[in-house]
């Protein structure tokens, strides 16, 4: 028969059971050991008893079901599953570290760290998304963090696989999350929605910065409606040294209409990664809630614009993604530049919302000491990003999608693949010089990074002339 306790040092399945690590209201949490197995590892055993909601216990079944098809850094080692029959449980890596909720002792945190953490979870996001994998139950203490900085989601019992059979969303009718957390179309009931856990991170950003929650703590269901309508107090008005960038990204979080938030997970990671290249609006300088009447009108006769458009973004993730463009700028003005910009800008009519990365590496030698001026006594990186903005501008993109960012590095190719990996970019775009002696015998930059890059990478390349092709004459003699 199946035990919510079970007793140290009993074996189930092969593992055997240590201390009791954790007692919650819906799970146990045990050590456990196996013999073929090197890692600290949990067993998670769903109550069973009396008064339980049934909605646990359907939640444990999602879990069940999740964490098998879940991999990487960002979530916990999936090790193995026992029946409802026998003895229901999950056995997972145990992650050393703590979750953010000792966090909420001390609030609210200094901005830096805000951001730091902000992005961090971000990226453990965007990593989960696109396992197809919503969370729906993104706050303090369903986030850990590995002893090499990652950030580790856990517990997924109202989480929704887009591949798999929602059964908390089919067989409950009221919206299950943490009240303070929840997103405006997770209250209405949508949880197919990438942007749910945006709204939740954005929360959780305004809790961290401010030590207050935007929206409360509502028990009741009308009061969960009331973000539907009602803006939070800004960030700024309750703690002024807060940035207008950092203002500008928290609030996009909370927009009502999932469609006015960041389209993807990484590029919310992106904006945190760097705050001072994020575009600035209305919402950078605001400092009251919106007036009464603008809510009224919100919670009565909104917009057409305004309704919620909830169920899109499962489209986001190639509707949205990251594009580095690797420029060489002695290329400027050469065919290989037009030829590359000629790329990025059928990319950017065909994507209007993606990201366009530009980026320029600046090397920098392996031993001798650089000067960080130019012969007429600019400085190098300063430089480079006025010509990287130089050479987008013809590009016409969308305002807000371009950022641009100089490298300093001893290996180009490993500075452009360091900087893929860490930004979650979707494509590399880059061009590749024409025939050289020296390409010959040092190798090609392109080359590297199509072999080593962890995404799609376009090589631009430039025919050359007909005559260019052909072997030099042998003068008559």
């Not at 309508?229 to 500008?248: F, H, K, N």
């Not at 002695?330 to 990365?357: H, Y």
């Not at 990003?385 to 100089?406: D, I, M, N, R, S």
């Amino acid at each position: 028969m199946a035990r919510t306790r079970l007793e140290s040092g009993s074996v189930i399945d092969g593992f055997t059971i240590g201390e009791l690590a954790h007692h919650g209201g819906m799970a146990r949490l045990y050590t456990v050991t196996r013999p073929d197995i090197d890692f600290p590892m949990l067993m998670k055993v769903p109550e069973m008893g009396g008064g339980i909601d049934p909605a646990l216990i359907v939640g444990f079944e999602m879990e069940q079901m999740i964490q098998p098809k879940l991999s990487g850094p960002h979530v916990a080692r999936f090790v193995a599953n026992g029946d409802f029959s026998t003895q229901p449980y999950i056995v997972f890596e145990r992650i050393a570290g703590p979750t953010l909720y000792p966090l909420l002792e001390d609030l609210p945190r200094p901005l830096d760290e805000v951001a730091s953490l902000g992005a961090r979870i971000a990226t453990a996001l965007s990593d989960l998304h696109r396992q197809n994998v919503v969370h729906l139950d993104v706050k303090p203490s369903n986030v850990m963090f590995r002893a090499t900085g990652e950030a580790v989601l856990i517990d997924y019992g109202l989480a929704h696989h887009l591949q798999l059979p929602d059964l908390v969303g089919e067989e409950f009718r009221l919206p299950y999350g943490t009240a303070p957390y929840m997103a405006p179309e997770q209250v209405l009931g949508e949880r197919s929605d990438f942007r749910s856990d945006l709204f939740a991170l954005g929360v959780l950003l305004y809790f961290l910065s401010t030590g207050a929650r935007p929206f409360g703590d509502p028990q009741r269901l009308k009061g969960l409606k009331r973000r539907l309508w009602r803006d939070p107090v800004p960030p700024r008005a309750c703690r002024p040294e807060i940035s207008r960038a950092l203002q500008e990204v928290i609030l996009r979080c909370l927009e009502v209409n999932p469609d006015r938030r960041h389209p993807t997970a990484a590029q919310l990671a992106t904006d945190l990664q760097d705050l001072s290249q994020v575009r600035l609006s209305a919402r950078a300088d605001k400092l009251r809630r919106d007036g009464w009447a603008a809510v009224m009108k919100r919670r009565f006769n909104p917009d057409p614009g305004e309704r919620l458009h909830p169920g899109t973004a499962t489209r986001a993730l190639a509707e949205a993604p990251i594009v580095m463009v690797a420029i060489d700028l002695s290329s400027e003005g050469t065919a290989l530049g037009d030829a590359l910009r000629l790329t990025v800008s059928r990319i950017v009519e065909k994507t209007p919302n993606a990201r366009i990365a530009c980026v320029n590496v600046l090397k920098i030698a392996r031993l001798a000491l650089d000067s960080d001026l130019d012969a007429a006594g600019n400085n190098k990186h300063v430089a480079r990003l006025v010509q990287l903005k130089h050479w987008a501008q013809p590009l016409k993109a969308p305002e807000g999608c371009l950022t641009y960012h100089v490298l300093e590095a001893v290996s180009p190719a490993n500075a452009i693949l360091e900087h893929a990996r860490d930004n979650f970019v979707d494509h590399i775009v880059m061009g590749a010089r024409a025939n050289s002696a020296l390409r010959s015998l040092l190798g090609s930059v392109s080359a590297e990074v199509a072999a080593h890059a962890p995404c799609t990478v376009t090589v631009v390349r430039v025919r050359a002339p007909p005559h260019a092709l052909l072997p030099p004459a042998i003068p008559d003699r």
